[in-house]
């Protein structure tokens, strides 16, 4: 299983950008997806994630300084989850990363990305103040 984010960009403050994660290979075998991100000298943190479950498709979670202002989506045809981020803030500043949970998993997590077995390499997002 390969992830590819791409959509990463520099924008302004109040802005909006949409990040895609695209999956190929095993794409079948992915129980959730999840987006992360690291700033420089900071831990990396969940931002957002859902689950591909039959029995929970398409359940998501968020984290709280996210809340009200990401949106997760996906697109099952293609492969890829979405990312929308409006009213970005310049504390959104990071590397975002999907990651995918190939093990059966109850739902998806934003809190441990141990249980995230494949990673991408990230795209930059940068907002001005």
């Known amino acids: 299983l390969q992830l590819v984010e791409s959509g990463g960009g520099l924008v302004q403050s109040g802005g909006s950008l949409r990040l895609s994660c695209a999956a190929s290979?095993?794409?079948?075998?992915?129980?959730?997806i999840g987006w992360f991100r690291q700033a420089p000298g900071k831990e990396r943190e969940g931002v957002s994630c859902?689950?591909?479950?039959?029995?929970?498709?398409?359940?998501?979670n968020y984290a709280d300084s996210v809340k009200g202002r990401f949106t997760i989506s996906r697109d099952a045809a293609k492969n890829t989850v979405f990312l929308q981020m409006n009213s970005l803030k310049p504390e959104d500043t990071a590397v975002y990363y999907c990651?995918?949970?190939?093990?059966?998993?109850?739902?998806?997590?934003?809190?441990?990305?141990?249980?995230?077995?494949?990673w991408g390499q990230g795209t930059q997002v940068t907002v001005s103040s």
């Open positions: 990651a995918a949970i190939i093990r059966p998993y109850p739902g998806c997590t934003v809190v441990a990305d141990s249980a995230y077995q494949y």
């Open positions: 859902i689950s591909s479950m039959s029995s929970r498709r398409g359940s998501t």
């Open positions: 290979g095993r794409t079948s075998d992915y129980y959730a």
